[in-house]
């Protein structure tokens, strides 16, 4: 018999009048053998993820619920493992309202150590702001962070750079001969 995995399901703010809808504001963390790991923002090039007691989340979040997903066959440093890999691709750079959030991570750790997903209501609002994202103002989502985008910048800039040396080249140049 495995660990249970237990996912800790906390309100960002008063959802009361739109929780009977089936949606809210949530973070969400991940409980296995007595710590719960979770993800947020920051300014630097390294992981958001974060681990807390159970049902003890930083910031002014109330605990909901906890919610069982199943149970998982790896032992405690197998999950510590998994979750610094995590953590590797979980940047504090990387966080996005929207797209990239806690309740992501919780659904992809929940997913990797039970085969089960988080349940889907955790981040429905996410998925309908991304339909409506258009209606949003731009300070409350940022775009996701430029570095994603940087190599391929670059390539394409390198490439445009060389196609403008070979087109300025003399013809004989191009060919190969010597510069005298």
Not at 83 to 111: A, D, I, M, P, W
Not at 159 to 177: A, F, I, K
Request: hydrophobic share 35%.
């Amino acid at each position: 018999m495995g660990a249970p995995v237990i996912l800790n399901v906390y309100d960002l703010h008063d959802n009361s009048w739109i929780y009977w809808c089936g949606i809210g504001i949530f973070h969400s963390g991940v409980e296995v053998y007595d710590v719960e790991y979770a993800y947020g923002g920051h300014e630097y090039d390294m992981s958001g993820v974060f681990a807390t007691n159970p049902r003890d989340a930083p910031g002014p979040v109330v605990w909901r619920e906890s919610v069982v997903i199943g149970e998982t066959s790896l032992g405690a440093q197998e999950v510590q493992e998994l979750v610094q890999q995590l953590g590797s691709e979980y940047k504090g750079t990387s966080y996005h309202l929207l797209e990239r959030n806690c309740n992501h991570f919780s659904n992809e750790l929940c997913t990797k150590l039970t085969g089960r997903p988080a349940p889907s209501w955790v981040n429905r609002l996410a998925g309908m702001a991304i339909m409506l994202h258009c209606l949003l103002p731009t300070s409350w989502v940022p775009p996701l962070s430029p570095p994603t985008a940087q190599p391929l910048l670059e390539e394409r800039h390198a490439e445009e750079r060389q196609n403008l040396l070979r087109d300025r080249m003399p013809s004989d140049r191009q060919q190969g001969s010597p510069v005298h």
